[in-house]
């Protein structure tokens, strides 16, 4: 069964500082994984989508890396803004799971303080 | 092009009632999962739907069906509710409902039962 983590559960830093979130998973064997962003109460905005023949995803300030074979996948945040304080979660699609089901994560809850 | 609308967003019920909620994919995507969102348990998948057929469950127990129309709007519906229902329930579509594909989720309903 896919299990996925996330280390730390809540992150603080100041305004300006690089944010590194980490995801890790049991089963190496993915489709793809996908950052997400959520805001308290609202649903989930897609950040970056990695296919597992990917190592990595860019977009702006964001960039997430993917490493199969140790089952990691890190999102780095180049100099944070109180705007992207939220929660961050990362979800996998498991090969063994049928159809197009995510396994996510419990979320990194991040603030970044002015 | 709407992203993905749910309806309600707010829907407050007793133990014991039955509930409905609605999902409109975005335009063109024939595949609809559902997942639930609760502080202790996180996400979870409850089920997907692709051309009207559920394709996919996950472990949740029988009170908790949904349906799929011809136009891929989809409904979940909950029966004899119980306190522990009480989530954001998050709608997410996609293109063909294929392994790996990006999943687009709506705003959520925040379902509370009292």
């Known amino acids: 069964k896919q299990e996925v983590t996330q280390i730390p559960a809540a992150l603080s830093v100041p305004e300006g500082e690089n944010l590194v979130l980490n995801c890790s998973f049991t089963?190496?064997?993915?489709?793809?994984l996908q950052w997400f962003r959520q805001d308290p109460g609202k649903g989930l905005t897609s950040l970056l989508l990695?296919?597992?023949?990917?190592r990595e995803q860019t977009s702006g300030r964001l960039n997430a890396s993917l490493d199969k074979s140790s089952g990691r996948s890190t999102l780095y945040i180049a100099a944070s803004q109180p705007g992207d304080s939220a929660t961050y979660l990362c979800?996998?699609?498991?090969?063994?799971?049928?159809?197009?089901?995510?396994?996510f994560g419990g979320g990194t809850r991040v603030l970044v303080k002015p | 092009k709407a992203g993905v609308t749910q309806t309600p967003r707010y829907l407050i019920k007793t133990r014991g009632q039955q509930v409905t909620l609605s999902c409109s994919p975005i335009?063109?995507?024939?595949?609809v999962s559902w997942y639930q969102q609760t502080p202790g348990q996180g996400l979870q998948f409850l089920f997907e739907?692709?051309?009207?057929?559920?394709?996919n469950k996950g472990n949740f127990p029988g009170r908790f069906s949904g349906r799929q129309f011809s136009n891929s709007r989809s409904e979940m519906n909950v029966s004899t509710l119980e306190l522990g229902d009480s989530a954001l329930y998050l709608c997410?579509?996609?293109?063909?409902?294929?392994?790996?594909?990006?999943?687009?989720f709506g705003s959520g309903t925040q379902l509370s039962v009292l």
């Open positions: 739907y692709f051309s009207e057929t559920q394709r």
């Open positions: 997410a579509s996609s293109p063909h409902g294929g392994e790996g594909e990006k999943l687009f």
């Open positions: 089963d190496s064997a993915i489709y793809n």
């Open positions: 990695i296919q597992s023949s990917q």
């Open positions: 979800a996998v699609g498991a090969i063994k799971a049928a159809g197009n089901k995510l396994t």
């Open positions: 335009s063109g995507h024939r595949s």
